[in-house]
DNA sequence: GAGTAAATGTATACCAGGTGCAGAAATCCT
DNA sequence: AGGATTTCTGCACCTGGTATACATTTACTC
């Protein structure tokens, strides 16, 4: 279907491609608020309109490459095998994440990764762009589970909104530890009996999740 | 301890009322984004320096009322009865706020409420504020359950994530309805039910969620 | 009650993110 | 090759937010 990119496209790709490599490297040798978007464009050899033209707001230059989480776990539910419920499908999805060290786990400690990791956590307004696809997540998860599971809209509302905040509180805690400086192979085991905890939890819910009950 | 406000501090908040209603005056007449500080400012008789003396930023025109309930959760759960899950106490509190129709609840149709409601839901800065509230109240959630539970760390901060996301999702769920143009007493009987729901299926877990199990 | 220190307010100029516009340059299609 | 179309650019402009330097008001003290 697209057999022939043709010049255009290739060059928009690669323009794109050099505005947003710039644009980290500064963020990261400078900091996200110390660089402005017109020395990103210099940069990258480009006027600051037409860097407008490819990233609708500063932030975008840096999360661009993460919107493609957003429907993430909603193609989980949608794609899992018949017979399997949607909670396991995400549960085995998040564990092979973490085998992998998928960095939406927060368990990759590659320099670049982790840098960029701190970034993000360390600053306000690109903090506040990634609540905004927390939300996407949740509405796009919800509805996968109201088409594919026959679950009543409320109750498919609920369900994904637990299950986002799950996996966001899992990661930001591995993404957390590892910042601090520990390797993500020695955090591995720990990664993922916190995420069967997390998950049982989300399963059988908080009636005993007191250590003492009384 | 405060027998005299005097008169310095008194002016203050004077002046800091005057601003947060010319702002939210303007702002319901015209929409947040086609107000700008500066017409706050001359509203209010203000210089434009000593608006964001008051407020740091122009979202706060709007959300500064709402600051207190990020920490409402983690109150209730301190101040509970002894003997009480806090997850019960949570519940409890959620539905006298759903009696009383508290605005947080998502289920007062006062017009003015209504107003503000809708257009922080429609302003994507405000909306950005929101959620970041949402996140404070995890946090002090996840202390309180923490501290007055003997809940282990991960497992309150699973188990505060989870509760705010739901609070927030009963509360958006009414406020869309009321927006649509439902009465709050009308809509009173299902937020009830959905309340009741939700709090259940966070005190058993998402095992029984389908309609229909397989 | 006058005078002074501290706090508060103002005017002005400035910076950075973001947009509208008109025209130049590159790409595409025939 | 040449015209139509898309993309890029420079420029002026608006808005949120901050720094500086100065004026004004309040509070405290004698």
Do not use: C
């Not at 939406?104 to 400690?109: E, F, S």
């Amino acid at each position: 279907m697209d057999g022939k990119p043709g010049l255009r496209e290739r060059k928009k790709r690669r323009t794109h491609a050099a505005i947003s490599d710039a644009a980290i490297a500064l963020f990261l040798e400078h900091g996200f608020n110390q660089v402005s978007v017109a020395q990103v464009a210099e940069a990258a050899e480009v006027s600051k309109r037409t860097l407008f033209a490819y990233f609708p707001a500063k932030e975008d230059l840096v999360v661009h490459r993460l919107a493609d989480h957003e429907t993430e776990a909603a193609r989980v539910v949608r794609s899992r095998p018949p017979g399997t419920a949607p909670l396991t499908a995400l549960r085995e999805h998040f564990l092979q994440g973490l085998r992998e060290r998928d960095p939406i786990t927060g368990l990759n400690d590659h320099p670049h990764i982790r840098s960029l990791t701190r970034m993000i956590l360390d600053t306000p307004s690109l903090v506040a762009r990634m609540a905004g696809f927390k939300a996407g997540a949740e509405h796009a998860l919800a509805e996968a589970l109201q088409e594919t599971a026959d679950t009543p809209e409320l109750t498919a509302r609920l369900a994904a909104v637990q299950i986002v905040a799950v996996q966001w509180a899992l990661a930001q805690d591995n993404a957390a530890r590892l910042a601090y400086g520990e390797p993500a192979d020695e955090r591995y085991a720990g990664a993922l009996a916190d995420a069967e905890h997390a998950f049982a939890l989300l399963e059988n819910g908080l009636r005993g999740s007191r250590r003492h009950d009384g």
